[in-house]
């Protein structure tokens, strides 16, 4: 019973393990029989050890060579059995390792690691995030989760790829989005809109069953389902056309091209932030508060008031209890704090 029980459970480990233990019994066991038939020759069992893992891998140093005829007979033996089993482990580990690298890269195998950022789709904005996420050197590791790739070639990108659909329990799993920090839902392109936004709505509710606590970052593109959005727990809604929109807007009225550039260089170098007002600031006018900002490097350009965003408000305007100021600082200065 107990032998069975020793014979399942080698079966059930994986095959570089088993045929490490196999090639390990046979070099000690060996080893100690060298040491029984010549023990002049080979004073300790580690001399014998030795000897067995040299001739049985075909180096062969030559510093141990058994004397006797059973002792050469044993040698014969080994260089039979042992060199067919380390061949065929080092091949196996090569076959595993390649089969690895395949794996990784058609999106099979699970991450194990904690407080990455999940994102979900692979698409242009995508792309460019995780540009962003290496310039600006982010502390986390980045997990792709995308069911449209039949690979993704972990070499070239840095990143731990998952193919699967992002709805089903399996994929957000394999993802180990159970210890993600964040979940970044990007729209699917190949949609259309309304179609888009319900798929969008439907991971988000798969990402918040799975992990209640995670902060979730969702882009919506029709403002009917921005609500929907919130309802199924996202705790962003990103309206990517309301932006594109607002692009749209700002360039009808600058002559100057570089007007988009300056707008994207300002999104991707600079942090837009918003804090509850310090008590010592209160009553105290925009001008003041402005200049205290300045001096830990953030540039305040404005406040919300009961819910109200006033931006670029009067520099007399007064301070209450309750306001949050919104203010930009670069992301350098948000990493050192």
């Given amino acids: 019973m107990l032998w069975n029980k020793w014979v399942q459970l080698y079966f059930h480990l994986p095959i570089i393990v088993r045929l490490l233990l196999s090639v390990t019994i046979l070099m000690f066991s060996f080893g100690y029989l060298i040491h029984l038939i010549e023990p002049n020759h080979f004073p300790s069992t580690f001399d014998g050890i030795w000897w067995a ?83 600006h050197k982010l502390d986390t590791d980045i997990v792709l989760i995308d069911h449209t790739l039949n690979k993704l070639s972990y070499k070239d990108h840095q990143m731990h790829f998952i193919n699967g659909q992002p709805t089903t329990d399996k994929t957000l799993q394999k993802a180990n989005i159970e210890q993600a920090k964040f979940v970044i839902i990007t729209s699917d392109p190949t949609l259309t809109e309304e179609e888009a936004d319900r798929q969008t709505i439907l991971n988000i509710i798969a990402a918040r069953g799975n992990n209640p606590t995670i902060h979730i970052i969702a882009e919506i593109l029709t403002e009917m389902q921005r609500k929907n959005a919130i309802r199924a727990g996202t705790d962003v809604v990103v309206r990517s056309n309301n932006f594109m929109s607002s692009l749209f807007y700002q360039s009808l009225f600058q002559k100057d091209p570089q007007v988009t550039d300056i707008i994207a260089e300002t999104l991707e170098e600079q942090q837009f932030c918003s804090e509850l007002i310090n008590r010592e600031l209160i009553q105290k006018d925009f001008y003041f508060c402005a200049q205290q900002f300045l001096a830990e490097r953030k540039w305040l350009i404005g406040l919300i008031r009961e819910n109200k965003m006033i931006l670029h408000p009067d520099f007399a305007l007064h301070m209450k209890e309750g306001d949050s100021l919104i203010y930009l600082q670069p992301f350098e200065h948000v990493q050192q704090q």
């Fill in 53 to 135: 893992f040299v001739t049985g891998s075909t180096v062969g140093y030559g510093d141990y060579v058994p004397l006797s005829f059973l002792g050469k007979i044993l040698a014969i033996l080994l260089i039979l059995a042992g060199g067919g089993f380390v061949t065929f482990y080092m091949a196996t580990l090569s076959a595993g390792t390649i089969k690895h690298e395949q794996d990784l890269s058609e999106g099979k195998i699970s991450y194990k690691g904690t407080n990455h950022t999940i994102i979900v789709g692979w698409n242009e904005r995508t792309k460019q995030l995780i540009e962003m996420f290496d310039n």
